[in-house]
C-alpha cells in the first residue's frame, strides 16, 4: 500500500506569493494531521481534520494560512501570502481512528 | 502547556559504540512514543510504551517509560550508521489526539 503523498517535495518561492501544499492520506485513515517542522520550534501541530472536519486549528499561526480537506483522500494547506518565516518542512500525516500515525515525506518549503 | 525535552540535542559517536538518550518532562502522559526521522523523509515510529516501568526491546534498542510515566530513554547497544538520524520522542494524554514532540536528538553514527 502507498503510505501518505505529499506534493510538491519542495517548493521554493518568492516573499508574497501563494502557496499550496498538497497530500493524500492513506486509504481508510479517517484523521488527517499537518505539521511544521523547523529547527527551533521542532514539529508543531498546525491543523486536525477528523472525518474531513476541521476539528482543531489553533496551531495555524495566522490568518494568512488554510487548510481544506474536501474529500476523504485530498487535503491542502496554503499559504498566502507567504513570508521567509514561513519557510519550514511541512508534513502530512495520518491515522486510522486512534491509532499510529504515519507521516508522509514532507515538503520543504523556502521563502524568499 | 506540556513539554517534552530531549537530551542531548547532538551525539556523534563511533560504530559499536553504546548510548543512551532522554526525553523528560514535568507532565504525565498516558502513553509516549518514540520516532526515527531520516534525512528527506517523515518520522516514522519505532514503538510505544503505556504502563509506568515498561521496557520494550526492539534489536538493539531497548525503550524504558518511567515510572511516573513522566519520561522515558532511549537505549542503543553497539550502534551502527545505520542508526543515525533524529529520534523523536512524542506524548500522548488519555483521550487526546493530539501528541506533543519534543525536538529531537540528532544521532550521527561514524563508521
Known amino acids: 500500500d502507498a503510505g501518505v503523498i505529499q506534493s510538491p517535495r519542495h517548493e521554493v518561492t518568492e516573499m508574497g506569493q501563494e502557496v499550496t501544499l498538497r497530500c493524500k492520506p492513506i486509504?481508510?485513515?479517517?484523521?488527517l494531521f499537518w505539521y511544521r517542522q523547523t529547527m527551533m520550534r521542532g514539529l508543531e501541530l498546525l491543523i486536525y481534520?477528523?472525518?474531513?472536519?476541521?476539528?482543531?486549528d489553533s496551531g495555524m499561526p495566522e490568518d494568512r494560512f488554510s487548510a481544506k480537506m474536501p474529500n476523504a483522500s485530498f487535503s491542502t494547506l496554503k499559504i498566502q501570502p507567504s513570508e521567509p518565516r514561513d519557510s519550514a518542512v511541512y508534513f502530512c500525516?495520518?491515522?486510522?481512528?486512534?491509532?499510529?500515525?504515519?507521516f508522509g515525506p514532507g515538503t520543504r518549503l523556502t521563502v524568499l | 502547556t506540556q513539554l517534552l525535552e530531549q537530551s542531548p540535542q547532538f551525539l556523534s559517536i563511533q560504530e559499536g559504540e553504546n548510548l543512551t538518550v532522554y526525553c523528560n518532562s514535568s507532565?504525565?502522559?498516558?502513553?509516549l512514543q518514540w520516532y526515527r526521522q531520516e534525512p528527506g523523509e517523515g518520522p516514522v515510529l519505532l514503538v510505544t510504551v503505556v504502563t509506568g516501568g515498561e521496557v520494550k526491546k526492539l534489536k538493539r534498542l531497548t525503550f524504558q517509560f518511567g515510572d511516573a510515566r513522566k519520561d522515558s530513554s532511549l537505549h542503543i547497544t553497539a550502534a551502527q550508521p545505520g542508526d543515525t538520524g533524529l529520534y523523536l520522542c512524542a506524548g500522548a494524554s488519555a483521550g487526546s489526539y493530539q501528541l506533543t514532540f519534543g525536538k529531537g536528538t540528532k544521532l550521527s553514527v561514524i563508521p
Open positions: 486509504s481508510g485513515h479517517n484523521s
Open positions: 500525516a495520518s491515522r486510522p481512528g486512534g491509532g499510529t500515525q504515519y
Open positions: 481534520f477528523n472525518n474531513n472536519v476541521p476539528i482543531d
Open positions: 507532565s504525565v502522559f498516558s502513553s
